[in-house]
């Protein structure tokens, strides 16, 4: 069974910066792919950033330039550093992790941006 823990979200003024962390346990296959996903009220769940365990990374348009994505292999640990943060930004974060055919969530992470 795999498993997903988020930490680090938050309330942020707007400009301020925050960093996600997500650790995998479980059956994990080195060959995977961790990302970040955010969802608002009222709106679907969204890509904010992917990085393969190769190290490829993919951003969401939205926040390319501030955001990045990084992951420690050996500890199944992926993050993810949010500065500049905006209103818009405000979400719901979930971690993401896709194995073999396989796709697992975290429980979520409350991301608030307001002054």
């Known amino acids: 069974q795999v498993q997903l823990v988020e930490s680090g979200g938050g309330l942020v003024q707007p400009g301020g910066s925050l960093r996600l962390s997500c650790a995998a346990s479980g059956s994990i296959f080195s060959i995977n792919v961790m990302g970040w996903y955010r969802q608002a009220p009222g709106k679907q769940r969204e890509l904010v950033a992917a990085?393969?365990?190769?190290?490829?990374?993919n951003y969401a348009d939205s926040v390319k330039g501030r955001f990045t994505i990084s992951r420690d292999n050996a500890k199944n640990t992926v993050y993810l550093q949010m500065n500049s943060l905006k209103p818009e930004d405000t979400a719901v974060y979930y971690c993401n992790l896709v194995v073999v055919s396989n796709t697992y969530w975290g429980q979520g992470t409350q991301v608030t941006v307001s002054s």
């Open positions: 990085i393969a365990s190769v190290g490829r990374t």
